[in-house]
């Protein structure tokens, strides 16, 4: 591999690994989108700490074995660049029916307004979630979680960066227009929302920025997986280095939710409280319970179960069949990579009940990245019930059924429980509560959410981290914080 590809150019002033130097048109266009990007930052970016310094980690070369730099930065100074993995010698097209040819190096002319539009979607959801996490620092549990938060802020924009970077070097002026409007919708805005439900849906406390990153971050994942398959090479070398660094999103998700059970589960033991479900006496200990957890991940796995769109969808047929976005790990899949004759079981509504049904492959390939989706969200289901039953307790978080509080797809139309039974709207309306998080369990977690800024404390809701970031010790300060 040559390494002068993959050092980032900091020279001009959007690092890059790109060659913008030489790249005026585009550079001009990214220079001209700046301003208008650092007032969004500044407006919907999180509210306040920005002349705090933060100790970040940039990335400063797309080498897998050493890409990144932990120093103090104060977030408006952080450098979102544009960063693609290397290109692959003579790569071809994994999947569809241009199977085998050459990867395109430009957009294909009849596929461009289908690519435009993928490239849109994902590229909205990047400032999405920063505009739906941007009060947390207010209530942040520790420096340590703060700092976490405030990484994950400044990936995302880096990676609306990516992604207008795609539209205004290849698709000209309504790229350039696209990368406007980009900074122009505003997550919840009843004129102007994002595009995809679960990125206007409020982020209101920590437990929830945990479930998000855990569950809609990993959505993000398989999105990325899929596209990083693309037959258009530069989508696809973006997006392969955007999942270095959502990584690091899910682990703060993970570890998140982790040190929740695990300091709930402690107080439990302390307190003498044998069964988890004596909710009061459980938040009497300024912890939260086990059962609110549980109706904080339904409600999260369910919005994120929704980014998937509906389980038979020509749409996600026809991007497979023209090589722009493929399944999860498709080159390592053993079939003929077309699917012309390929069946996919789907679960379906038939005569009032929930069947398995078989589906032309092609059309059902939304449904089998949301199972691949599925077995990848349980790995932090097991490791959180080990927590829990280590600590000698009887209780087990589970994934709710598919078709539990659906807005987009086959079961949007009707309600079921978490265990997918059907039940009528009378009785969702009477038990909503019991499966989804209600007000008062929200007033609940708000009034734990008062902020921790002593260096190496904690909330008392959270556990510490096993490890500190970039391996620094407990008390380390994240965050120099400046008002
Ligand atoms: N909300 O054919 P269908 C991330 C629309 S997250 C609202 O079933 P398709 C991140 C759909 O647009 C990953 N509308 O869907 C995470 C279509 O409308 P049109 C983001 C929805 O196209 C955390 C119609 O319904 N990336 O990166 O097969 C932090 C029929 O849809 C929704 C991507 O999503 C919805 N949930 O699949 C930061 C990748 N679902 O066109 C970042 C790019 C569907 O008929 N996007 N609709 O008017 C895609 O691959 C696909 O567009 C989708 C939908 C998977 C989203």
């Known amino acids: 591999m040559n390494v002068n590809i993959m050092n980032v150019d900091y020279s001009t002033k959007i690092p890059n690994n790109v060659n913008l130097g030489e790249d005026r048109q585009v550079l001009k266009a990214l220079e001209g989108w700046h301003p208008g990007y650092m007032d969004w930052w500044s407006d919907m970016g999180p509210e306040g700490f920005q002349q705090s310094l933060v100790y970040l980690r940039t990335a400063y070369s797309v080498d897998p074995r050493g890409w990144a730099k932990f120093d103090y ?7 979102w660049g544009i960063l693609l993995a290397p290109q692959e010698e003579n790569r071809v097209i994994p999947f569809g029916e ?3 040819e050459p ?43 703060l700092r976490n938060l405030f990484q994950v802020n400044v990936e995302e924009g880096r990676h609306l960066w990516a992604m207008v970077y795609l539209l205004q070097k290849y698709f000209g002026r309504d790229g350039r227009e696209e990368a406007d409007e980009l900074l122009r919708r505003r997550s919840g805005d009843a004129d102007s929302p994002r595009m995809l439900g679960a990125f206007n849906e409020a982020t209101p406390d920590w437990l929830s920025f945990f479930m998000f990153t855990y569950f809609t971050d990993r959505d993000g994942k398989m999105q990325l997986h899929s596209l990083a398959q693309s ?11 955007m999942l270095t660094e959502e990584a690091h999103h899910m682990f703060v998700g993970e570890t998140g939710i982790t040190r929740v059970v695990q300091r709930t589960c402690e107080a439990m033991r302390a307190a003498g409280i044998g069964d988890p479900t004596e909710i009061a006496k459980v938040r009497a200990l300024g912890v939260i319970d086990l059962p609110t957890i549980q109706k904080k991940l339904n409600l999260h796995y369910t919005l994120s179960l929704d980014l998937f769109g509906s389980e038979v969808s020509t749409n996600a047929a026809n991007a497979f069949n023209a090589g722009i976005k493929g399944r999860y790990h498709e080159t390592q899949i053993r079939d003929d990579h077309r699917l012309q004759n390929a069946t996919y079981p789907v679960l379906k509504l038939v005569n009032g009940e929930i069947k398995q049904v078989d ?8 449904m089998r990245l949301r199972d691949d989706y599925t077995q990848d969200c349980v790995k932090g289901l097991l490791r959180w019930n080990k927590v829990i039953s280590t600590a000698g307790f009887d209780y087990k978080l589970t994934l709710p059924n598919v078709a539990f509080h659906r807005a987009i797809g086959e079961f949007k139309d009707i309600h079921a429980t978490p265990e997918g039974v059907l039940i009528d709207d009378a009785t969702w309306n009477k038990r909503k509560d019991d499966w989804l998080p209600s007000t008062d369990d929200g007033d609940f977690i708000a009034s734990l959410m008062t902020p921790v800024t002593e260096t190496g404390q904690f909330a008392s809701w959270i556990a510490p981290p096993k490890v500190g970031i970039d391996n620094k010790p407990g008390d380390f300060e994240y965050v120099k914080i400046e008002t």
């Not at 037959?231 to 280095?241: A, I, K, Y």
């Not at 589906?359 to 939304?366: F, G, I, Q, S, V």
């Open 231 to 241: 037959g258009f090479d530069p989508l696809s070398r973006t997006c392969r280095f």
């Open 103 to 145: 990867a395109w190096q430009e957009v294909p002319g009849e596929h461009r307004a289908m690519l435009r539009r993928l490239i849109v979607i994902q590229g909205d959801t990047e400032p999405a979630s920063v505009e739906q996490q941007r009060h947390l620092g207010k209530t942040a549990p520790s420096l340590y979680d």
């Open 359 to 366: 589906e032309p492959a092609l059309t059902a390939l939304n």
């Open 73 to 79: 930065v104060k977030m408006p100074d952080y450098r």
């Open 98 to 100: 241009h199977y085998g």
